[in-house]
């Protein structure tokens, strides 16, 4: 089987590429930071606020475009905190819309298969009268939570591939 890794985390990953933002750009008072666990893993954390309409925080990793070619399906290899997390792609980091796929964490080690066609394109939460993904292009992902709870978060991520 063909792939492609997109980040493989370890313990002398650059993470620099990593961004994070939260609700605070619109007023709201939730955080999240993004950081690279002792072991290795990618680590996105914080706490998630409804003060001022708040409540998400999100990371995002912008890489050079990358071809999808016979790819089907995005594979993350995680370890979450037993909640509902956001899969986000973008064809082209210029769009202002993003492609989104829901997925639960069990609070174990586990691979969350994303099926490309199944992303469907969202802006500020509702989804758009446009097509799921079918680019033939991807040069950003992301994680988002945000839902609607104050919570706090951990998300471990080890790594993201395309199969």
Known sequence: ???????????????????????????????????????????????????????????????KKSKINNYTKIVLKLKGDGKTYQFRIKSNTEDYYSYVYYF?????????????KEMYPTFRGKKLEKSNFSNEYIEEIAFLIGNKNEENFKLIIDNIVME
């Open 1 to 63: 089987m063909q792939t492609h890794v997109i980040f493989n985390f370890n313990k002398s990953s650059d993470i620099n590429g990593w961004t994070t933002i939260s609700d605070v750009v619109m007023g709201g008072a939730s955080s999240g930071n993004f950081k690279l666990s002792s072991e290795g893993h990618g680590v996105f954390e914080g706490v998630i606020s409804l003060e001022n309409n708040g409540g998400f925080s999100l990371v995002s990793y912008k890489f």
């Open 104 to 116: 639960s964490t069990t609070g174990e080690w586990e691979e969350v298969e994303i099926p490309l």
